[in-house]
């Protein structure tokens, strides 16, 4: 056989694995064994740098820009916060945020590290496929995909090396993709599969063999072509695309609907571009996967394709997980113009701040880097049109100046402003769209009113009105700390009728919902405690608990009773001043039984705060 016949690889299976069967909602103890034996120091430090600070880990944040650590990472607890963006929660949560998948999938990868095989009946969008068959699944694909990557790289592969190479991309890009070549070779794949113990029946699922219309046997779905891997946020291969290079056939082919992958679901380049698509709070959107592999290889790490789709509301959604603007780049002639409209009109209504970065006629992203360089991309994208001004200008140039014209631009720019989240924003395009086309406000607005399911209603301006905040206890944040150190003491506290106590109510808040967690569960979840903490003492809190003052407590109960002690003992000195305050008052009014009675209740009180000593 060929050289490049060679089916070398990494060997598949590993250690065996404790089951764990599910059905439906995943159960908080089987979610709870993952996070337990998940190192999330480990997980977390493949994106952040991060180094030791005591008991935790620091670094700087990987959700907002800054100079300066301020992100933290607290193994004994399971959990992370940013006291810069207040952003927190578990290992669950930072991949989920950091890479845009959903929790489903996070769990399923973290149980798969730790050796816990989750069993589903049914596998998203409807085929029933369990957790091992998914899992092999993507085992094949990563195999085919790593013998694609070999044969560019061998002697096979000096054509499609060559074909690379004419096109600008350099070694280290071509890596960062996993750009491979699918061999002229008619069973090269059914007979890696076999090699490697996969069913040929697993590799047409998914969709790298095709079965022979007429006669036995199976044929490679790729072939003579530089193949492209969908990679996914978290580095699963969930299919691939190929380009021809020479002969008959279509120009590129894609892998076919699988329970891997849905067309319209995924956006190639999303992998490599999710940290700057959240660092620079921006994606660029593009049209082709070359496009998206030049675009990195200049600079532009945000970028990313719809896979040989038009955009979908569901990639919009994807875009979104990690920010809410995206600039359309696409192809400078009609059908490109044509794309970007289509584009932009999803963004807008999925709620993105979509802009249009227009490219000269006949000119496509890939050609401008390769032919004028990375400051002329720049500019173009820095004159980027706002979505819905793109659209009014180029809907009004389309449709002739008559009455029916302007009304099929109001039918089509209405509901588009009515989707816009931003009140002001919708009274501004209603003005710009009312002078544009000279008519009159108030049709525009019913236009727009009439385009659009009702809003919900904006909160009331007087609940978003900054509401008087009592200062923190300091003591109130001791007995957080310490009952989450030692919940079994959350009786005692209850006993001590902590509520009454804490007179800021954000930390009242918290305290009711660490009780309930513990009374659910026998433990305080810290990740998910300063998620339903209020943001105003968010950082107090992670603060409290970060700080392991009361981990190694020799008796949490004596320290719990003194916290306690002083919260009772402020509370008194607060009555006691209230009571002075009164009594002045009634002084003043010359109110003697007033202040008869005021005086019993301060000597009450003083004889309270002397039994608390």
């Not at 933290?72 to 959990?79: A, I, K, L, M, S």
């Not at 076919?256 to 190639?268: S, V």
């Not at 959107?285 to 990195?296: S, T």
């Not at 433990?523 to 809190?541: G, M, N, Y």
Request: hydrophobic content about 40%; proline content about 4%.
């Amino acid at each position: 056989m060929a050289h490049w016949l060679d089916f070398r690889s990494c060997p598949r299976g590993g250690p065996k694995k404790a089951e764990r069967i599910v059905s439906g909602r995943i159960p908080d103890d089987v979610k709870n064994d993952i996070r337990d034996q998940t190192d999330i120091v480990q997980i977390i430090g493949q994106h952040v740098e991060l180094k030791r600070s005591g008991t935790s880990f620091k670094g700087l944040c990987p959700f907002h820009d800054e100079k300066t650590a301020s992100f933290n990472v607290v193994p004994d607890r399971q959990f992370f916060h940013c006291f810069g963006c207040q952003e927190s929660g578990d290992v669950f949560t930072f991949l989920m945020k950091i890479e845009g998948r959903t929790f489903p999938e996070v769990l399923e990868d973290l149980a798969d590290r730790a050796g816990i095989e989750i069993k589903r009946e049914k596998f998203k969008g409807g085929d029933v496929m369990r957790r091992s068959d998914r899992q092999e699944s993507l085992d094949l694909n990563s195999e085919v995909a790593s013998f694609y990557r070999r044969c560019l790289m061998d002697r096979i592969g000096d054509k499609a090396r060559e074909y690379i190479v004419s096109r600008g991309i350099n070694d280290e890009t071509s890596e960062r993709f996993m750009l491979g070549f699918a061999p002229a070779s008619g069973d090269t794949i059914v007979r890696l599969a076999e090699k490697k113990g996969f069913s040929v029946a697993l590799a047409e699922k998914l969709g790298v063999i095709g079965r022979r219309r007429h006669g036995e046997g199976y044929y490679d779905r790729f072939w003579n072509r530089l193949i492209f891997p969908l990679i996914v946020p978290g580095g699963d291969i969930v299919g691939f695309g190929g380009r021809l290079l020479s002969g008959d056939g279509p120009k590129y082919v894609n892998t076919p609907e699988t329970p891997l992958y849905r067309k319209g679901t995924t956006l190639y380049g999303l992998h490599a571009a999710s940290k700057a698509i959240r660092q620079r709070d921006q994606a660029i959107v593009v049209e082709g996967n070359i496009d998206v592999i030049q675009l990195h290889q200049f600079g532009f790490t945000n970028a990313i394709a719809p896979m040989g789709t038009a955009l979908t509301d569901r990639q919009v959604g994807l875009i979104r997980r990690f920010s809410g603007r995206a600039t359309v780049l696409f192809d400078g002639d009609d059908a490109g113009r044509a794309a970007a409209r289509k584009a932009v009109q999803v963004m807008i209504a999925g709620g993105i701040d979509g802009k249009v970065a227009a490219l000269p006629t006949g000119v496509d992203p890939d050609s401008l880097l390769v032919e004028q360089g990375e400051e002329a991309m720049r500019t173009i994208l820095d004159r980027g049109v706002e979505g819905l001004d793109y659209l009014m200008a180029d809907l009004q140039a389309s449709h002739d100046n008559t009455v029916l014209g302007k009304v099929k631009v109001v039918d089509k720019i209405a509901p588009l402003i009515g989707s816009l989240d931003d009140s002001v924003a919708r009274d501004l395009y209603v003005d710009r769209l009312s002078m544009a086309l000279e008519v009159d406000r108030g049709s525009i607005v019913r236009a727009v009113r009439g385009s659009t399911q009702p809003r919900r209603s904006e909160p009331d301006r007087q609940s978003r009105e900054k509401r008087e905040v009592t200062p923190l206890e300091n003591d109130g944040l001791a007995i957080l700390a310490i009952l989450i150190e030692n919940p079994t003491l959350f009786p005692r506290a209850e006993q001590g009728n902590i509520k009454s106590l804490l007179t800021n109510a954000d930390l009242r808040a918290t305290y009711s919902a660490a009780a309930e967690m513990q009374a659910a569960t026998g433990q305080v979840e810290t990740a998910r405690l300063l998620q339903v903490t209020a943001p105003e003492i968010r950082d107090a809190v992670a603060e409290a608990i970060m700080s392991g003052g009361f981990a190694s407590a020799k008796d949490p109960i004596r320290a719990l009773d003194d916290c306690i002690m002083a919260l009772q003992k402020r509370g008194l000195r607060i009555q006691l001043q209230e009571i002075r305050n009164q009594m002045a008052g009634a002084r003043a009014e010359g109110n003697i039984e007033g202040l008869r009675e005021l005086g019993q209740r301060l000597v009450e009180v003083e004889r309270k705060i002397h039994e608390t000593r």
